[in-house]
């Protein structure tokens, strides 16, 4: 179990270091510099939200699917299919 939360927690914590994400709360910190907690707070309850709301779709995808194979290599293409979009959005100008 140590395991799993410690390769979870560095999974998260290196895509999310320098993330639009970050940037946001850097951005309203500096904008607000007295509720430098208040951002925090706001900030983590939303990413552990989205976290959950991950958490429980993989859940499910992998109940419905029955493989975590197959689960992995649709993440995967649609990671990519995203991109590529921003990719083609940013062309577009």
Known sequence: MLGIFARSFATVFMAELGDKTQLAALSLAASSPHA???IFAGSALA???TSLIAVLAGDGLMRAVGSARAVKATSGLLFIAFGVAMLV????G
């Open 36 to 38: 430098k907690w208040a």
């Open 47 to 49: 990413l552990a939200l």
């Open 89 to 92: 959005e940013a062309a577009r």
